[in-house]
């Protein structure tokens, strides 16, 4: 008896009830409105932004100054920075949370994983202007007094990078990519490593405990066995995780020093879309190309974000099904 | 029993070494993670309690130098979340419902879950412009109506991916009964599927008020905030997440100690309403057990 209602036929006498009808389309109405919202952002964002694609065309996205005194604007410094920013915070931010993940499922004594994982699990609800607060607070002074001389001190004897961009030559003011980066990947971190928690314990117990039988270690079992087996989930997590990074406003805003330009080190002020939108808005007066710059940007992480996020639901889905 | 090769010893002693080391590696993960976050709660807690009186809930937001608290502050954000809460969860529960209940498999619904899926992680900056475009600058102005709507739209999808994940859980037979006893669909869904997920679908809403709590970057195009005490929807209304922005920003030391205490407070609700939805999640999970 495990046929669903809805594709069950129904009984001769029984006939679709007024209620019923009603009861249907109003929750058709509620799945339509979630895909209308999304529709409308993008729209609303396009039309909005029109002018600004208009006046530029495609060198709004390649543009690389931004002169609100001349009224010319290129989202290449802010597309950089978000994208620069949210990457490097991964880098940061993946492996440490998948070592928090693998030892809260196969290290971590079993009474301590429950309460550690709900301490993991809070971590990550804490609202993301705690982290930009501390940031700006905690994390800016220290970059600048002790990390970035120091980083700044040991590249420039390799001249290579020590000259180039990447790199650690910028005067130590604490704020700009690097410290932002960090504070992104403090607060993504505790979300990384929940939903890889979830999906390492997705994985069959069967299969691990075949692994143990065949005399691999934990680690072995780890990379032979269990990554195989969730791999597009492992990289759905990233994603999700990258998309958070790309779209964080308030844990960016306090650290980055909102300069944009095209940054020349990874240590200098910079800035990022969502960064710009959240700043230049007090500006930007209705109906003038200030506006419509902010909202073609606004398309711009759009569009990203629904890219990044759809490949990780795509990813999680799949081993969801299997 | 045979004896082992030197070579199978090594290989063995090396396979260990590299176990151990991982896991040490992971271990000091482990630890890193645990303290840098916690040296973000002692430092939010030590500079939120510096600045905690009782004058923060009984005075609102005033001059620099003429002392003052974050009582507007508090109630723009319990109206602005309160109403959010109202307007989002109602529809995310009918988008739940429609999911498991009706659309389940169907292409519409496989495009509403997926969609919903994005929009739950969408970037809230991009939220709180739209809303801006199409109730702040039509309507002639911030307001915390307006505000309210950018909040609905970020706690609609969580209350609806709750609301499918828990009603998935409800039994089949519970269904079937129902309908052996001669109830119509809707019936079935309303005085059998939604009470026995009653608890779940409650941590759902929980943690969506949780997460609208937090938000600022969206407030910042709807409501903008206020320094006055003001409960007119159809005016600018000052949020905790807004005070503290403009508050930690600022050059005079009371206000960054202000800044501190309101994001104190928001941490302290977030976690509580979280913790909360634990419970509400285990009593649903229990009954379901028992």
Redo the contacts between chains.
Sequence with gaps: ??T???E?PLLGSRKI?A??T???I???V??????V??L??LA??FI?GKLAFDTFGLGFIWGTEWNPVTQVYGALPAITGTLVTAVLALCIAW??????A???TE??PEKLRTP?G??????A??????????G???LAPFMSEYVQPWLTNVFIWIPPIGDSFFWFTAPPIGVGMLTAALILA?MI??FI?ATTRDVLLSTPQLLKDGAYAMGA????ALTGVVIPAVRGSLFGAVF?GL??A?????AVV?VIGNAIRMPDSVMAPSATI?SV??NS?PEAE?GTLDLAV??GL?FI??VV??GV??V??VLLRQERMS | MKQLTAATRARYFRRQLVDRIMGGLCIAAAGLGLVLLGMILWMLFSNGIAGFSLAVFTESMAQPGAGGGLANAIVGSLIQVGLGAMIGAPIGMMVGVYLSEVGKESKFAQVVRFVNDILLSAPSVLIGLFVYQIAVEPLGGFSGLAGALALAIIAMPIVARTTEDILRLVPQAYRDGAVALGSRENEVVRKVVLPAAFGGILTGVLLAVARIAGETAPLLFTSLGNTNWSTDLTQPMASLPIAIYRYAGSPYQEWVNLAWTGAMLITVGVLVLNILSRFSHAAVAGKQGG
Aim: aromatic share 14%; with cysteine; charged share 10%.
């Design positions: 008896m495990n669903p209602i809805a069950r009830h209620a019923d009603t009861f249907r109003s929750l058709h509620a799945g339509a409105l979630v895909v919202v999304l409308s952002i609303i964002m909005g492996p440490i949370g998948f070592g928090i693998f030892f809260l290290i971590c550690l709900v301490a993991i699990e809070l971590l609800a804490v609202p993301s202007i705690v982290y930009g607060m501390w700006f607070f905690v403090i971190l505790p490593a270690t934990r680690w072995e999700l998309g958070r790309l779209g964080e406003t308030m306090f969502a939108v959240a808005f209705p902010l909202l606004g992480l759009f974000s629904f996020l759809a990780a639901r």
